[in-house]
């Protein structure tokens, strides 16, 4: 059970948008910084958003994140089949167990 | 280009030792905390432990505290994650990653099994 909680799975059609949301806490979510990691199949995973809204350099504006209270957002527009891959949410926990928390992870089809 | 290359994995019995090593490259390897962070197979991302750019600050997952030890060797460029009493749950894909995880490595694999 992940302290942060995605929904195991979404879809949509190429040209689409999808949103991907993570619940958390005030000791996580709340609190902290959220990141967003893309999983391609068979490979590490990529940093795609830090600081809840930022994107490192070489990520198109395809991708979004936004934080509201103890919940984050990744939205990705113009779907493609190459953004098919499992995407996590991650952050810092400030609770008694103090360490960094992922969600479970989104699968994303590209239908 | 700025790469981190883990290595060190391999098939060890219950109970046994394992030493990871993450050679960094590219970067000021001093200036920046790091992670390790595990993939068991078919399962989601686990974050085992951090140590921050000095060594000074550690943390660990419950799930590793007092069987695994980070450290790091900043003259060496080099990250360490020494994992002891192991255990079939602790089979998984490692990853170290650089700061607030701008950076992984490709990963090295341990198995724990008799």
């Known amino acids: 059970q992940s302290v942060l909680t995605q929904p195991p799975s979404v879809s949509a059609a190429p040209g689409q948008k999808v949103t991907i949301s993570c619940s958390g806490s005030?000791?996580?979510?709340?609190?902290?910084?959220v990141s967003w990691y893309q999983q391609l199949p068979g490979t590490a995973p990529k940093l795609l958003i830090y600081d809840n809204n930022k994107r490192p350099s070489g990520i198109p504006d395809r991708f979004s994140g936004s934080k509201s209270g103890t919940s984050a957002t990744l939205g990705i527009t113009g779907l493609q089949t190459g953004d098919e891959a499992d995407y996590y949410c991650g952050t810092w926990d400030s609770s008694l167990s103090e360490g960094w928390v992922f969600g479970g992870g989104t699968k994303l089809t590209v239908l | 280009q700025v790469q981190l290359v883990e290595s060190g994995g391999g098939l060890v019995k219950p109970g046994g030792s394992l030493r990871l090593s993450c050679a960094a490259s590219g970067f000021t390897f001093s200036d920046y905390y790091m992670s390790w962070i595990r993939q068991a197979p078919g399962k989601g991302l686990e974050w085992v432990s951090y140590i921050s750019s000095s060594g000074s600050t550690i943390y660990y997952a419950d799930s590793v505290k007092g069987r695994f030890t980070i450290s790091r060797d900043n003259a060496k460029n080099s990250l360490y994650l020494q994992m002891n009493s192991l255990r079939a749950e602790d089979t998984a894909v490692y990853y170290c990653?650089?700061?607030?995880?701008?950076?992984w490595g490709k990963g090295t694999t341990v198995t724990v099994s008799s």
């Open positions: 990653a650089r700061d607030y995880m701008d950076v």
């Open positions: 005030s000791s996580n979510i709340g609190n902290n910084y």
